[in-house]
């Protein structure tokens, strides 16, 4: 055994210091930014900078736990450490067996009660964070979204405005003065299984379940594009069930609403009318809707305002010709498993296809 140990390459100190490493590596990872642009990028998983009140109030306990575990991590591997080195087998040991102790009703006492203690404060503290967001009363002018989630897919309802997207949730953005405060209060149901939302910079996990409706609110405080996902698993495309939160200045907010109540411009170059033909001559519309025309499914995104977006296939590829073409073509290339199917669409029927979704804007 002693052989094993000496072999080795670490000593006693350098595992602490590995362990260190890899926690600056991590703390470096997470708070990694975006590049500056209009709307900056706020990237997922940065839970340590809260821009909205829900997320502010969980990483505030979320920090209170962390220091009180780490602590305990502390304080039980320094213990650990000091008693390896100062017990462990000297030259000088004869091999015969130290005192043997049974039991002691002080030690056992103080590692029951102080564990259970600690136990009780951090549910204390959880327990009033989770009431805190879930009774927050939402203002007269909250933004009212509905998320509904699907395999694998967000579908986005603003039933007070009429609109309906996917995958991307445009809402103004908030303050840190409740007085102008404009939240959004997002009600989340599903389609199919249970999914989770979570936009971590905004709020923390709120679960989307078959015939049931949840809720839950953000106050973003600064404009931006949010990353979350689904934190749910869900069946084979849940790690690319992605959403983006897109937070825009009031005015901004009023100019996106504009764009997508403002109507489609019908086809008009040969090409496009022939592939609006072929769209609705396929069963494209069996799964989707473009508003005021036939194309009334539901079991896909809605394609009315396709090119607003940034992204296709719920932010597994940008939105771009090259990506589009592909996944008209065969989305199963992009998105594997995903619910739509590979059409057998020609080359050409597909550059017309292409061609007709571009006006849809
Ligand atoms: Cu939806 Cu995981």
Same mark, same amino acid.
């Not at 990483?59 to 009180?68: N, Y």
């Not at 405080?221 to 990353?227: A, Q, R």
């Not at 589009?324 to 992009?334: E, G, H, I, R, S």
């Given at each position: 055994?002693?052989n094993?140990?000496?072999?080795?390459?670490?000593?006693?100190?350098?595992?602490?210091?590995v362990f %260190?490493?890899f926690?600056? +590596?991590?703390?470096?990872?997470?708070?990694?930014?975006?590049?500056g642009s209009e709307?900056?990028?706020?990237?997922?998983?940065?839970?340590?900078?809260?821009?909205?009140?829900?997320?502010?109030? *969980?990483?505030?306990? %979320?920090?209170?736990?962390?220091?009180?575990?780490?602590? *305990?991590?502390?304080?039980?591997?320094?213990?650990?450490?000091?008693?390896?080195?100062?017990?462990r087998? =000297?030259?000088?040991?004869?091999? !015969?067996?130290p005192?043997?102790?049974?039991? /002691?009703s002080?030690i056992?006492?103080?590692? #029951?009660v102080?564990?259970?203690?600690?136990?009780?404060?951090? *549910?204390?503290?959880? /327990?009033?964070?989770?009431?805190?967001i879930? $009774? %927050?009363?939402?203002?007269?002018?909250?933004? =009212?979204?509905?998320?509904?989630?699907?395999?694998?897919?967000?579908?986005?309802?603003?039933?007070?405005?009429?609109?309906?997207? +996917?995958?991307?949730?445009?809402?103004?953005? !908030?303050?840190?003065?409740?007085?102008?405060?404009?939240p959004?209060? &997002?009600?989340?149901?599903?389609a199919?299984v249970?999914?989770? &939302?979570?936009?971590?910079?905004? %709020?923390?996990?709120?679960?989307?379940?078959?015939?049931?409706?949840n809720?839950?609110?953000?106050?973003?405080y600064?404009?931006?594009?949010? &990353?979350? $996902?689904? +934190?749910?698993?869900?069946? #084979?495309?849940?790690?690319?069930?992605?959403?983006?939160?897109?937070?825009?200045?009031?005015e901004?907010?009023e100019?996106?609403?504009?764009?997508?109540? +403002?109507?489609?411009?019908?086809?008009?170059?040969?090409?496009?009318?022939?592939?609006?033909?072929? &769209?609705?001559?396929?069963?494209?519309? $069996?799964?989707? =809707?473009?508003?005021?025309?036939?194309?009334?499914?539901?079991?896909g995104p809605?394609?009315?305002?396709?090119?607003?977006?940034? #992204?296709?296939?719920?932010?597994?590829?940008?939105?771009?010709?090259?990506?589009?073409?592909?996944?008209?073509?065969?989305?199963?290339?992009l998105?594997?498993?995903?619910?739509?199917?590979?059409?057998?669409?020609?080359?050409?029927?597909t550059?017309?296809?292409?061609a007709?979704?571009? #006006?849809l804007?």
């Amino acid at each position: 055994m002693a052989n094993v140990v000496r072999k080795s390459g670490l000593g006693a100190a350098g595992y602490p210091a590995v362990f %260190a490493g890899f926690l600056f +590596a991590l703390a470096g990872g997470l708070y990694g930014q975006g590049a500056g642009s209009e709307y900056p990028m706020k990237r997922v998983a940065d839970m340590f900078q809260p821009l909205s009140r829900p997320a502010e109030m *969980i990483h505030g306990s %979320a920090v209170m736990v962390l220091w009180v575990t780490g602590g *305990i991590f502390v304080v039980v591997t320094a213990l650990l450490v000091y008693i390896l080195l100062k017990f462990r087998k =000297k030259e000088t040991d004869d091999g !015969s067996e130290p005192p043997q102790i049974y039991g /002691s009703s002080h030690i056992e006492l103080a590692w #029951t009660v102080i564990p259970i203690l600690i136990t009780v404060v951090l *549910i204390l503290v959880t /327990s009033r964070t989770i009431g805190e967001i879930q $009774n %927050a009363k939402m203002p007269e002018n909250a933004l =009212k979204v509905r998320l509904v989630g699907h395999q694998w897919w967000w579908e986005v309802h603003y039933p007070e405005l009429g609109i309906i997207t +996917a995958n991307e949730v445009h809402v103004p953005v !908030s303050d840190r003065d409740p007085a102008k405060a404009r939240p959004t209060h &997002f009600e989340l149901q599903s389609a199919d299984v249970i999914h989770s &939302f979570w936009v971590p910079q905004l %709020a923390g996990k709120t679960d989307l379940v078959p015939n049931r409706t949840n809720e839950t609110w953000i106050d973003p405080y600064e404009p931006g594009v949010y &990353f979350g $996902n689904c +934190a749910e698993y869900c069946g #084979t495309q849940h790690a690319n069930m992605l959403l983006r939160v897109i937070v825009h200045t009031p005015e901004g907010f009023e100019e996106w609403v504009r764009q997508m109540k +403002a109507p489609v411009a019908p086809p008009a170059t040969p090409d496009e009318i022939a592939g609006h033909r072929l &769209f609705y001559d396929t069963s494209c519309v $069996n799964c989707h =809707k473009v508003d005021g025309t036939v194309a009334e499914g539901v079991f896909g995104p809605d394609l009315t305002k396709l090119m607003t977006r940034q #992204t296709i296939g719920a932010g597994v590829a940008p939105l771009d010709d090259k990506n589009l073409w592909q996944w008209v073509k065969d989305p199963q290339v992009l998105k594997v498993g995903c619910l739509m199917p590979d059409m057998q669409l020609t080359d050409k029927e597909t550059d017309l296809i292409v061609a007709y979704l571009k #006006t849809l804007e």
